[in-house]
């Protein structure tokens, strides 16, 4: 018998932790605020998933040596170029669904793999 309380104390557990993470992983999806590291030569995070519609802060912080921007071409969205130790913020709202590369238009910096996804979700 106190098998199986253990077994049933210990679900009842996990299914807690699992609900506290799903909600923590769905806060960061859908967040409108969203803070960027630049490195020598990446994004963190790569990818950032925002709702359609929603006004979307970009706080770009540059971790690396370099001057990096973060920029989202296809929407017309770009931070201008910053060095290191700088940040910048921006503002956007993103109009429709679908998936758009975000890069650091510095030259050379793209071909070296600073890239990542922006993911616009439905409303």
């Given at each position: ?10 679900a ?50 540059n ?51 600073m ?9």
């Amino acid at each position: 018998m106190r098998y199986l309380w253990a077994v049933l104390a210990a679900a009842i557990l996990v299914a807690g932790i699992l609900a506290v993470q799903g909600a923590r992983r769905q806060t960061e999806q859908t967040a409108a605020e969203v803070d960027v590291e630049a490195y020598d030569y990446r994004f963190s995070p790569e990818t950032i998933q925002v709702r359609a519609g929603s006004t979307v802060t970009v706080r770009l912080r540059n971790q690396g040596v370099e001057h990096h921007n973060w920029a989202a071409p296809e929407l017309n969205v770009a931070t201008p170029d910053i060095p290191s130790g700088s940040e910048a913020v921006i503002e956007f709202t993103p109009g429709r669904p679908g998936t758009y590369e975000i890069v650091c238009t510095v030259p050379g910096h793209r071909q070296l793999g600073m890239v990542g996804k922006l993911v616009v979700t439905a409303p």
